[in-house]
């Protein structure tokens, strides 16, 4: 097993210590090459503490160090993550430290995703072309280049269109999966669309939504690119529609979900559900999107790229003051160490050069470590990836013991209907969420007024006698 410090350089206290460590690793299932490396960083950690002791260390020293590593570009967000693990085993398994078990171990694990090339916050500075070529050489699915010509321009009709990311996105891969269903070349004559969504119904049995969005995304390649109208497609066969109502929590279990909840993780959940923003919005909000004085929170292109005004929640002001008091620190260490540039869109950055290094611009939720952007070559540092808090809520469900399928969105769910119990009108929802058309926003009054809960149990009205 590969040591920083040969073997035959240990006193025999040294040996049995990482002995001990060794038998940690394998207690948690960690084995072979991968033990290794947990050593290798753990040993770096403790011979570069120079005669300092494990047990004098705490969480504010260990937010510094991994904040140092996150700042070296050397350092590749596997390899951090990695130490990350190494660090937790010896801390946890090898010192008696209280403040251990409470540190966010695998939320910070979570937070060294780099956030992809084809990421939504930043792809739109990717040519059409580079992103067709991009995901050809990652899955080699399709070789015709007519096809990979027309997936390009498609792309290119979506942006001149000013399309979402996510529609072109999204419209992109259904073409592409109708195009390998095709043998890998998109037919001149559309009749083949007919048995395309009806594979998708009968085969893989996908909901009626999935198959809508199909249809929407060849109707639009075939008007948009083809400049071809599919026209009737025939009786095909449709997949059954399922009405599903949104998955809610009570207060008590909100209650639950967030005391169980942590660190950067529990405060975004905290603010998904005081404010109902979406995911997404919120891992993207800015310094400059706070307005303390107001008490009210910028939402900037949303869903449909549409903005709106959310209510900062005050019982969380203090928590998000002293959130984005730390990184403000972290920035300034970013500045000095020749960092400190956050992602602006192109077009911004070119009116002003150096609006990307300006703290209004940054992230309220940065990513755990500075990154290289895949076109510029700048080294930045993203937004956290969504990965973080979908999978400490994931955890904070289980560990509150719920039994419902809640997720990030659930938080959303939950802060409009609380709303509407509350007492306050459908129309100050519909503004408050962002949606467009009120019909939206009447799916949380079904959940308040569902037929038959105002009916009593006739198991009930035989006990007192009705």
Known sequence: MGFVKPQGQMNDAELAFWARYAACLLKRGIAGKNAEWHIRHAQRFCYGLKGKHLSEFNKSAMDAHLDRLGRQEKVEAWKLRQTISGLRV??????????????????????????????PSMARDLSAQEIVADRQKRKATISDP??????????????????????????????????????GVLPDDPSRVAAFLECLALREQLAAATQSQALNALVYFYRNVRHVELGDLGDFKRSARRSKLPVVLTYEEVDRLLESMTDTAGLMARLMYGTGMRLMECVRLRIKDVDWGNHYITVLFGKG????????????????????????????????????EVYVPDALRKKWPNVGTKWGWHYVFPAARISTDPRSGRHM???????????????????????????????RHSFATHLLAAGHDIRTVQELLGHADVATT????????????????????RRIGL
Not at 306 to 321: A, G, I, M, Q
């Open 146 to 183: 007519k096809t990979l010509e027309e997936l390009g321009r498609l792309r290119e009709v979506t942006r001149l269109q000013d399309k979402a990311y996510r529609t072109e996105q999204t419209y992109s891969e259904w073409v592409e999966r109708f195009a390998r269903f095709c043998d």
């Open 305 to 340: 790229k549409k903005s709106r005004f959310v209510p900062l929640p005050e019982v969380y002001t203090d928590e998000l003051k002293a959130h984005i008091a730390m990184r403000k620190v972290e920035y300034e260490r970013d500045l000095a160490a020749g960092f400190g």
């Open 90 to 119: 010896l801390f946890c398994d090898m010192t008696d430290c209280e403040w251990v078990h409470a540190y966010p171990w695998q939320e910070k694990i979570d937070a060294c995703l780099d956030l992809s090339a084809e990421h």
């Open 381 to 411: 540092r993203h937004h956290a990836s969504e990965n973080v808090p979908q999978k400490a809520i994931k955890r904070a469900v289980e560990k509150a013991e719920i039994v419902k399928d809640a997720s990030c969105h659930t938080l």
């Open 442 to 461: 009447m799916i949380y009054t079904h959940v308040l007024n569902r037929p038959g809960l105002t009916a009593r149990s006739p198991a009930d009205l």
